[in-house]
């Protein structure tokens, strides 16, 4: 499956006015180390080491995907699943497409 289910353009309001990516996440916490795992069903997995708790597990996201995007954390927003491992979260503007995530944006 290509990936424009998975990774699509995020618009504005008005449909026309690009923002930025908008994943959709399947996050595994805990995990041995940071990393983009592959595809779960139509999302993207991530593993992560920091725990489900209290936040912890989103603030980690938002950062390792900062850094994978070279984008400021705090431009990063989760847009959904703030208390499920499915989470989508909006990504303006990236610098650029992670090689880790490139062959899922393949047709």
Known sequence: MGCRSLLRKHHGGSGTNW?????????QPKAAKDHIVGLHDDELKISITAPPIDGQ???????????LFKVPKSSIV?????LNR?????IPNPKII??????????
Do not use: C, T, W
Not at 98 to 107: F, G, Q, R, T, V
């Open 19 to 27: 923002r930025g990516f908008a994943p959709e996440n399947f996050l």
């Open 57 to 67: 597990a989103n603030a980690h996201l938002l950062k390792f995907l900062s850094k």
């Open 78 to 82: 989760l847009e959904k699943g703030e």
């Open 86 to 90: 499915h989470k989508q979260v909006l």
């Open 98 to 107: 992670p090689p880790p995530i490139e062959p899922y944006l393949k047709p």
